[in-house]
């Protein structure tokens, strides 16, 4: 957040001594034009601690009503006051990471400089307060953070069985055939659960590094879901599911990543296999559509219903998070890795589509991916 030194050099050029009307006024002042483009909030504060100044970024979050205001009423926080006691005690500048809930929330990185920095002639000083919002950093080294410790979870729990099944299989099974190929095969499954695990990881990693670049190719939307289907209907016929198409017979083409899109459609059909009942159905449907909002121009949608137990409403908002799970234990008994939704949700988001989810207790879901005709 610190201010390049021409930068600085400039702003306190800005900032010599005018008369006390000038200085209340600042915003009709040209040479205040500098502080205004610069992306931190700025405040200005005269030796009595009066807002004299505010630029924009700072009138939009914290609102020019403070101007002429004490610096006290607008921000109340012991730590801001302690950096500018800092500088009004000589010091050039002080700094702290300070997080705020009034007047606008958040963490922001805060520094309090003397505008005379390098130039010992000025007896009364402007002292400047610049915030640099930090808010989502802060959040996305959080999101990191928990990222890497839900992994971890993840992959220590199959590993603990593995080494249990070899500690058993070396002592007291050494010589036992029948259990030697249970526990075989329960190593093979924990085995499978990493395996998959791993793929889902990097498949989200290669999907979030390439948001910024939306896929360009023609896609035809009948062969994305002939593919996803023929992955799944093995699983679906050993669940006694049935998937049912409603498609119609033309369809216009998409601009998008094939594998990419057939893994979307996969995700939310094996999510539709092992959360709707015995017996029952899945219903896939592809719509044109003319207006979806968030969307500029037409679009198609894709939608994947189940008759299952459906999904409590409170649960809605979080189904995209990574190893977010309604019933955590139905989840890994069914061999989910935690990120199928996630995926999802980044595939949407790549092809600059829109993800729409509606359940309702006791009769099912429906998964919508609404995604634009033109490219």
Do not use: W
């Amino acid at each position: 957040m610190r201010l390049p030194k021409p930068l600085i050099a400039q702003t306190h050029v800005a900032l010599q001594p005018h008369a006390p009307q000038t200085r209340l006024d600042p915003m009709s002042d040209p040479r205040f034009a500098l502080l205004d483009e610069i992306h931190d909030l700025v405040l200005v504060l005269d030796p009595d601690r009066t807002v004299v100044f505010v630029n924009r970024g700072a009138a939009v979050r914290l609102g020019a009503m403070h101007l002429g205001r004490p610096f006290i009423h607008v921000i109340r926080n012991p730590q801001c006051l302690d950096l500018l006691e800092q500088v009004e005690r000589g010091a050039a500048s002080a700094a702290d990471t300070i997080t705020l809930r009034t007047p606008t929330p958040g963490t922001f990185r805060i520094r309090v400089s003397r505008s005379d920095a390098g130039n010992d002639t000025r007896e009364t000083p402007f002292i400047v307060v610049a915030m640099l919002d930090i808010s989502e950093q802060i959040a996305a080294e959080q999101m990191r953070s928990d990222f890497v410790a839900n992994v971890s979870h993840e992959l220590r729990s199959p590993l603990t069985a593995l080494s249990g099944f070899i500690e058993t299989l070396q002592g007291p099974a050494k010589d036992d055939a029948d259990a030697s190929d249970r526990f075989l095969t329960l190593m093979q499954a924990e085995t499978g659960r990493m395996t998959r695990l791993i793929a889902d990881l990097l498949n989200l990693s290669k999907v979030e590094g390439r948001q910024a670049a939306r896929p360009t190719d023609e896609i035809e939307l009948q062969r994305i879901l002939a593919r996803a289907c023929t992955l799944v209907q093995q699983r679906a016929d050993d669940a006694d599911k049935v998937i049912r198409f409603d498609i119609p017979s033309e369809l216009p083409s998409i601009r998008g990543d094939e594998d990419e899109l057939v893994q979307l459609v996969q995700n939310l059909l094996e999510n539709a296999v092992k959360y709707s009942a015995p017996g029952t159905a899945i219903d896939v449907s592809v719509t044109p559509d003319t207006r979806t909002p968030g969307i500029s121009g037409p679009t198609l949608t894709v939608a994947v219903r189940d008759h299952g137990e459906g999904i409590a409403r409170e649960h809605l908002p979080r189904l995209t998070e990574r190893f977010y799970r309604v019933d955590d234990h139905r989840g890994r008994k069914s061999g989910g890795t935690g990120l199928g939704l996630a995926i999802v949700k980044h595939v949407v988001q790549r092809h600059r589509g829109r993800l729409h989810i509606e359940s309702e207790v006791g009769k099912g879901s429906i998964f919508k991916v609404h995604l634009p005709i033109e490219g």
